[in-house]
């Protein structure tokens, strides 16, 4: 379909652009894409995030100087980091019990760290639930510190599905799982119910504040900035704080919970430009949504607005996901004739969408709607979606 057959669009000031995609684009030059942006990410910001950023990059009030060449050392970047972390806690009621950090390394430094932090050895079995390519990969990345033992595969059915809990044999101290699988488009919808002590550890890097958290059934969580808290460069870790003292002796210094916590996660240069942008996103989604019941009732919309319009046209799309195990962050889809995927995506470019190839391991499309994305955007690669025609 042609671009000017689009429905119309919003723009920044909730005015709505009637003549088109490239018009818009054209309009308003690169924001509006960016508020477009259906990557798997890093993902779209909100643009009251950007716009705060953007001066702050030249200046930040009260201090006098450019984010990027503030200490973090100084004063200001201390409360940043403070209000950063009550504000984790707070969208999460998670007290003293647990202890908050903002680390490098991306959510792949803790595929192993948090293991050794909890004290595995070689030898030690930990329970793995390998359905989809993260958890899978993660899984290949611990070996070199426990001995992960496969408890549920979801790899021979292509990872189209996800365990029920009651069917997983839990016998080893440990358990780790990923609940947004963000390449095939799976969630759980439910942690899994504790279970004689085992200690479980989940990377939440593609849901992480998207929804509420059970926090009662989790030990330690990871999760990456770069889907729904801010950009590339800061992963945000909870854990017991009890959990400190399982952490064995001889770690070298960066890969050590504790000295983080000691050193309330300023051991050495932080990515200033990270942790103060995703403060900006933490105030936003306190003061402009709310809280995560409410973030969460947004996403769910969005998703039920994108996948009633792949149902819609199974003659077009095949989603990728079982039903009921669909993730509200990634909707992952092929198209029922392989052959004319060049030519959708060259449809949806042009029409003002970005970020929804799928994921090199999968192929075909990923339109991923974390929490910046807005309901006019969905609404809008809907509408492209059930227009189109092979
Ligand atoms: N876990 C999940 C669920 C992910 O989606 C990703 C990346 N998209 C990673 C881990 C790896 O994250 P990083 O690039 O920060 O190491």
Redesign the pocket.
């Known amino acids: 379909m042609s671009a000017g057959a689009l429905p119309p669009w919003p723009l920044a000031n909730g005015r709505r652009e009637t003549s088109g995609a490239r018009s818009f684009v054209q309009a308003t030059g690169t924001a509006w894409r960016n508020a477009h942006n259906f990557s798997?990410?890093p993902g779209a910001l909100p643009h009251s995030v950007l716009e705060q950023l953007s001066r702050a990059v030249h200046e930040v009030t009260g201090v006098g100087l450019s984010l990027l060449g503030i200490s973090h050392r100084s004063e200001w970047f201390q409360e940043v980091v403070w209000e950063a972390e009550t504000t984790v806690r707070d969208l999460l009621g998670a007290g003293d019990e647990w202890t908050v950090l903002f680390l490098q390394g991306?959510?792949?430094l803790q595929f192993s760290m948090a293991l050794a932090n909890l004290g595995c050895a070689k030898h030690t079995a930990v329970e793995w639930v390998r359905a989809g390519y993260?958890s899978a990969r993660a899984m290949r990345e611990a070996a070199c510190v426990c001995a992960p033992r496969v408890a549920w595969d979801g790899q021979d059915g292509g990872y189209r599905d996800l365990p029920e809990w009651a069917a997983l044999d839990r016998r080893e101290a440990v358990l780790h799982y990923?609940s947004?699988e963000?390449v095939e488009g799976l969630a759980f919808d439910q942690a899994p119910p504790r279970c004689d002590g085992q200690v479980v550890v989940c990377?939440m890097?593609?849901d992480f504040l998207s929804r509420p958290i059970q926090l009662a059934a989790h030990d330690v969580i990871y999760a990456?900035a770069?889907k729904n808290l801010g950009p590339?460069g800061v992963?945000v870790v909870l854990l017991r704080t009890e959990l400190l003292e399982r952490v064995p002796a001889g770690l070298p210094p960066m890969l050590d919970y504790r000295e983080h916590a000691r050193a309330g996660s300023i051991y050495n240069t932080p990515p200033v430009l990270a942790i103060y942008t995703m403060l900006l996103v933490l105030r936003w989604l306190r003061t402009e949504i709310g809280d995560l019941h409410r973030m969460s009732a947004m996403n769910a919309a969005k998703a039920a607005t994108v996948y009633a319009a792949l149902d819609a046209r199974p003659d077009l799309y095949a989603p990728h996901a079982r039903r009921a195990k669909r993730s509200a962050m990634n909707a992952a889809f092929r198209l029922t004739e392989p052959s004319r995927e060049a030519a959708f995506l060259a449809a949806i470019t042009d029409a003002g969408f970005a970020g929804l190839e799928g994921h090199r391991s999968l192929g075909g499309f990923r339109a991923s709607l974390y929490n910046a994305l807005s309901l006019d955007a969905a609404q809008d690669l809907a509408e492209f979606l059930l227009s189109w025609s092979l």
Do not use: R
């Open positions: 798997g990410g991306g959510a792949s993260w990923v947004n963000t990377d890097s593609s990456h770069q590339a992963t």
